[in-house]
């Protein structure tokens, strides 16, 4: 697995907010008042979120704190309300996107042409949590609005009109909206933005939202809130859930590619490929884009992002490795092809065989290439036991039980091979003490491969080697098991001096 990714300011913020939530996606719904925020709350419960609580008693209580919402210019929202009470998982989409869902319907921004903020005596004065005062309604909206924007969401859907919902003119909620969407800008927020209307395909409001597109460069939707149907909230979520800036990619290969190790050139190419990607990858939206581009690789059959959390800001693309690709590497590790059934059950047989010999002898070589001794203990097969027995010592009696066992002692012999072949000339001599010095200094494959009289200077080596070794006498090497058996056997009982 791979992870690439780097956080920015904007993404700073966008960490604290998550962390703080335990990667719940708060949705901050936002905007001027009477644009149809609550009632757009509202129906996102009813049709995303009640159906995916699975507890009833939950259920109902979601049913009973669901904002009120209601035609006309008079403000229904009293304060920001929460809902679900506590986050709810539901799917988005087909693919891999889910999330712990909860949404913020603020107040919002007073704008002319509402009522309900003000009484006989002029604005209501109202308590807030952030002042020990009560505050005129209007400042205590803004300040809502505000926390929500910043502390209380990680996302925000910014709700606004085409001027056809509660005779709220258009030119009355721009200036409300710009403000807002300036706002968010300026934290870094991930948003998105609701054109609430009575006639979401007409051609105005068609061309109002691309007009908005272009001017806050955000995903921009026109939908009636009051009728909105699955398939319409499921886009809109999937929308603002893609504006989610990506702090994590997790690139997931085959684990066989673990094997192979990151100096294969496969491995290698796979790293730069993603490497070069990684730079254009800002949101979650940019994840299907990647891996887009990965499964273009000559040896990717598949890239497929697998799994999305928004609350986190990460997003995993799982791969797939072509057939013939894996086989060229099988291909790599044999001396030689194995084609049949025979040779592939011929082969898995030997390497179980060479296996268990190498767990066995490997610490002892490791150890002797390190202290020069070492040896393996017997397993359980290889202990030969002898009758027990009762013994007594004094006024005690006890058991006695011995077994037998083979046991490898692996010693470290530093062998000397010397080569001084006399070649005749100096000329000659000096040509080859040439060649031998490069091939010290510089390449050691290539003096190992040096040809001298028609073979190569390490097979020269080795056999000087195994002269020394075969010129033992049998009888040696067995007296020098024999001392060792002593020594193992019988401890410092005696002492073994070799006289040379």
């Known amino acids: 697995m791979r992870r690439i990714g780097g956080i920015h300011i904007s993404e700073q913020l966008y960490e604290q907010i998550v962390e703080r939530t335990n990667g719940d996606v708060y949705i901050g719904v936002v905007g001027p008042v009477r644009v149809g925020k609550s009632t757009f709350t509202k129906r996102v419960m009813e049709v995303m979120v009640l159906p995916n609580i699975t507890d009833e008693a939950e259920r109902l209580r979601a049913q009973d704190e669901l904002p009120q919402s209601s035609p006309g210019p ?68 803004r300040i809502g609005t505000d926390k929500v924007i910043r502390d209380h969401s990680n996302i925000g859907i910014v709700v606004t009109t085409d001027g056809s919902v509660n005779g709220i003119p258009r030119q009355a909620a721009e200036k409300a909206e710009i403000e807002i969407i300036e706002q968010l800008q300026s934290i870094g927020k991930p948003f998105v933005v609701v054109i609430n209307s009575k006639m979401p395909a007409h051609k105005d409001t068609v061309a109002l939202k691309n007009e908005l597109s272009d001017r806050y460069q955000v995903p921009v939707i026109s939908t009636s809130a009051d009728q909105m149907s699955v398939q319409e909230v499921n886009e809109i979520l999937k929308e603002a859930l893609y504006e989610f800036p990506i702090t994590s990619i997790e690139v997931e290969r085959p684990d066989w590619m673990e094997v192979i190790g990151e100096t294969n050139p496969i491995n290698v190419s796979l790293n730069d490929a993603i490497t070069t990607w990684s730079d254009s990858v800002t949101k979650i939206r940019d994840v299907k884009h990647i891996a887009t581009k990965l499964s273009e690789e000559d040896y990717i059959s598949n890239a497929e992002v697998t799994d999305v959390n928004p609350g986190m800001g990460s997003a995993r693309i799982t791969l797939q490795v072509k057939n013939d690709i894996y086989q060229a590497i099988c291909e790599q590790f044999l001396d030689e092809p194995v084609v049949t059934k025979k040779e592939w059950l011929l082969f898995i047989k030997e390497s179980q065989e060479a296996r268990q010999a190498h767990k066995r002898f490997h610490e002892a070589i490791e150890k002797a290439k390190k202290d020069g001794y070492g040896v393996t203990l017997p397993n359980t097969q290889e202990l030969e036991p002898s009758p027990p027995e009762i013994i007594k010592q004094n006024n005690f009696f006890g058991v006695r039980m011995k077994a037998n066992a083979p046991s490898y002692h692996i010693i470290r012999i530093d062998m000397e091979a010397e080569f001084a072949p006399l070649i005749g000339s100096e000329f000659h001599s000096q040509q080859l003490l040439k060649d031998l010095k490069h ?57 073994v001096t070799f006289i040379l």
């Open 74 to 141: 008079v403000i229904m929202t009293a304060e920001p309300k929460f809902v679900p009470a506590k986050g709810t998982q539901i799917a988005v989409g087909e693919g891999p996107l889910t999330m712990q869902i909860r949404l913020a319907d603020c107040v919002g921004y007073i704008i002319d042409g509402v009522k309900g903020y003000e009484d006989e005596n002029g604005p209501k004065l109202v308590h807030t949590p952030w002042h020990n005062e009560p505050i005129p309604f209007q400042e205590a909206a």
């Open 439 to 495: 091939g010290y200094y510089h390449d050691r494959d290539a003096l190992w491969n040096t040809q001298l009289f028609g073979t190569p200077l390490y097979e020269v080596m080795k056999e000087s080697i195994a002269y020394k070794t075969n010129a033992v006498p049998a009888h040696a090497k067995t007296r020098m098991r024999q001392t060792i058996e002593r020594m193992v056997n019988q401890g410092d009982r005696g002492m």
